[in-house]
């Protein structure tokens, strides 16, 4: 099904964040219908540095590329800014598409972008990022695609104005839209009622950041169609991996903290190793 049907089918879709192929397959596995590349997790892990517009596009696309080689999820991909004007943008659709995505999710920040729960974001006029919009969708090989478009004006320009640029964007041609970081459960509320019925509204919940953290059911009643969880996968990970170097450097083994790890036939198990060396087989002869 694609991600489209999928949005069209009313119960509210979960998009857990991944970085990685093996990030994707155990989300996979976990049972979620689709996946969120996060731009701020791949700047986490493979940079090991902040959400502060360090990313690449090529880097992004690649990761793209790698988790597509292992899942068949619909894959939202974060495209931040787009990397530049209105053609860096569908240069960005482009290749993104080619790598696998299913949507990109655009934001109307200023180039290079922050991380949509850090201060002092500032944002590109209203006129610009409907062109940029407008020319993503020109640009998509498949109406399949979809774009979301994301505001960033809450911070900046206040509830009321983010409301407008939006309305902005889906007149656009935006197929879902993103009002990031609302303050309270009331501004989120009001932003899914606002354009209930009207699109597909998707919410970002982050650990510890400015919104405050609803269930999936909730966000549902409220009237959003998709939820994500970015970074939650990296935040869990980061602290897992501090536990396990800390532990490892103080006693000379890693026999204390067996318990919370794999071992080697359990991860081979989890990726399918046996599975894949037997599908081997099958093209030499044996």
Do not use: W
């Not at 400015?210 to 980061?238: C, H, M, N, Q």
């Amino acid at each position: 099904m694609s991600l489209k049907a999928r949005l069209g089918k009313g119960r509210i879709l979960m998009a857990p964040g991944v970085h990685d192929g093996l990030t994707a397959t155990l989300a996979q596995q976990a049972g979620f219908e689709a996946l969120y590349l996060s731009g701020a997790a791949v700047a986490y892990t493979r940079l090991g540095r902040p959400d502060i517009g360090l990313t690449t596009m090529s880097e992004m696309a690649d990761t793209m590329a790698l988790i597509r080689d292992r899942v068949e999820l619909p894959v939202i991909i974060d495209a931040d800014t787009g990397f530049g004007n209105a053609l860096n943008a569908q240069r960005t659709m482009r290749a993104y598409e080619r790598a696998g995505a299913n949507a990109l999710q655009v934001e109307d920040q200023t180039y290079p972008k922050r991380c949509g729960h850090l201060a002092d974001k500032t944002l590109i006029p209203q006129a610009e990022m409907v062109g940029k919009i407008a020319a993503m969708c020109d640009a998509r090989a498949s109406e399949e695609t979809l774009v979301i478009a994301r505001t960033d004006a809450v911070a900046v320009e206040g509830f009321d104005r983010a409301v407008d640029r939006a309305e902005a964007y889906l007149a656009a041609g935006a197929d879902v839209l993103f009002i990031e970081a609302p303050r309270s459960g009331e501004e989120l509320a009001r932003a899914a009622a606002h354009f209930r019925g009207r699109v597909p509204m998707l919410a970002n919940m982050v650990e510890g950041g400015d919104t405050p953290l609803k269930s999936a059911a909730d966000l549902e009643d409220l009237g959003f169609s998709i939820v994500i969880f970015p970074g939650g996968i990296v935040r869990a990970l980061a602290r897992t991996a501090q536990d396990y170097y800390t532990s490892l450097h103080a006693h000379g083994t890693n026999a204390p903290f067996a318990d919370r790890m794999f071992d080697f036939g359990g991860l081979n198990g989890v990726i399918g190793t046996s599975q894949m060396l037997a599908r081997g087989k099958t093209y030499s002869g044996e």
